[in-house]
């Protein structure tokens, strides 16, 4: 008796051990982590406190950004929020998943796509776009392998969240009852947080680690910000506009405020994964409200792609700030599948985010801009308007239009893209066209 007592002291000292160099790391069942998935709507990469905006107020994320590993060179590869929104969730560009645009171009060209979706003789157009979600492994159908619940809310362009692998959601998807891009479930953040408070308790007493998909209409318009935000910004340097969007992103910033806070309440903050970033940007234009200014949403330029991309897991990922190497959306899907000790299917492009090293040797990052509406829903690549690559400080930007004129900037030092020199680096032009190329050609 007292030699197995001895052993078990042995073996318990030995994973104590082991415990403490981090050698059983994600091998333990306790330390697969919950995941918290925040996704601002139509929000620029400048507008938080911590990315230096000298107005706006967003103390909730600024705090979440001091304990998070935060790329401020994050990008989607599309400018436009359903695209976007299927790549975070496949880990692929749009041209490989086929979601390249919101609606379909409608064979009547006196039918909005927007409107048309509840008539029947329309369905297919529809359908052709919304069906191509079941076709790939999302996050919530693989985390739910390795049995995770999962939770859709917000926006949610592909159908009833059931589609896209979810146990659980707020979006039906039903044309007939006007579903679009997230119907019911575009009640989260403006009308209270309780679907997900609700769904994580029920998690949390069920013993199940959970995916959250908290995808806000958020500060996205209607800008109908409270009063008490909008009073804030209501200043004689803003314009109405100004101040009415300024609101509505420190209104958002208090939703990401409420979800972490209700983490902590629950013990739960130590064992999720948060992960933050915008599906595309916007910058306001001052003197029409809810309408953005050019070179923001449904653009190539960073005002429409560019979005800190932020991962906080205490006591797991280290704190830091890095303004120098490149991150992308299609990081997202493998970056939670590794920290959830889950294999990444072979054919995502991405890479997992918490590792450092292969961050720092990535030197490119790649995108596709298409129209809003989809010309061929067969066809999907046939809307591209432009693609985009951005190689370490140098950004290329070139035209579907073959007549069209490629741009070319030092997004480093000029972040705002006001100096196009493309004229004056005919041989970076060159090089930088050509890996554009070999990534994706811009053809089917």
């Known amino acids: 008796m007292r030699r197995a007592s001895a052993w078990l002291l042995v073996i318990g000292a030995f994973l ?16 697969r982590p919950n995941v918290l998935l925040i996704i601002s709507d139509d929000q620029a990469w400048t507008d938080y406190g911590f990315m230096g905006h000298p107005v706006i107020q967003t103390p ?5 950004a001091r304990e998070s590993l935060v790329y401020t060179r994050g990008y989607v590869p599309d400018s436009l929020c359903r695209p976007s929104l299927a790549t975070i969730i496949t880990g692929l560009y749009p041209h490989q998943h086929g979601i390249t645009g919101n609606d379909p171009k409608l064979p009547d060209p006196k039918v909005n796509p927007m409107a048309g979706r509840a008539r029947p003789e329309f369905a297919r157009f529809y359908e052709t ?57 575009l009640a989260i953040g403006r009308q209270g947080l309780e679907p997900i408070f609700d769904f994580i308790r029920r998690a949390k007493e069920a013993g199940k680690p959970f995916f959250v ?10 800008h109908n910000p409270p009063e008490k935000y909008l009073q804030k910004y209501l200043r004689p340097d803003l314009t109405p506009a100004q101040s009415r969007y300024y609101a509505m992103c420190e209104w958002f910033d208090q939703t990401c405020g409420d979800l972490i806070t209700f983490l902590e309440k629950e013990n739960l903050r130590k064992s999720t994964l948060i992960i933050y970033l915008a599906d595309n940007g916007w910058i306001q234009d001052p003197n029409n409200p809810n309408r953005y200014a050019p070179r923001s949403k449904r653009s190539p330029y960073d005002g429409g792609i560019r979005t800190p991309i932020m991962l906080s897991w205490p006591g797991k990922i280290t704190p830091l700030r890095d303004d120098e190497n490149l991150a992308s959306s299609i990081d997202i899907a493998p970056t939670v599948l590794t920290a959830c000790g889950l294999p990444v299917p072979a054919n995502l492009p991405g890479i997992n985010l ?48 073959p007549n069209g004129k490629p741009e070319l900037y030092d997004v480093v030092a000029d972040p705002f893209e006001t100096r196009d020199l493309a004229t004056t680096h005919p041989e970076l032009l060159k090089k930088l066209t050509e890996e554009l190329d070999r990534w994706w050609s811009g053809k089917e």
């Open 354 to 401: 918490m590792d450092r090293e292969a961050v720092k040797e990535r030197r490119a990052i790649f995108g596709e801009v298409f129209e809003h509406d989809v010309a061929d829903v067969d066809h999907p690549t046939k809307s591209l308007t432009f693609r985009w690559i951005i190689r370490e400080n140098w950004k290329l930007i070139v035209p579907a239009d």
């Open 16 to 31: 104590v051990f082991l415990k403490g160099t981090g050698e059983i790391g994600l091998a333990q069942e306790s330390s």
């Open 129 to 185: 776009l919304m069906r191509r979600i079941e076709t790939h492994p999302t996050l919530p159908r693989l985390l739910g392998e390795a049995g995770y619940v999962s939770l859709q809310t917000g926006k949610w362009w592909e159908g009833a969240y059931t589609r896209g692998g979810f146990t659980e959601g707020m979006t039906h998807g039903d044309p007939k009852r006007g579903g679009r891009h997230g119907d019911a479930g």
């Open 213 to 222: 998909w908290y995808a806000p209409m958020m500060p996205h318009s209607p």
């Open 60 to 64: 909730h994320l600024d705090r979440l």
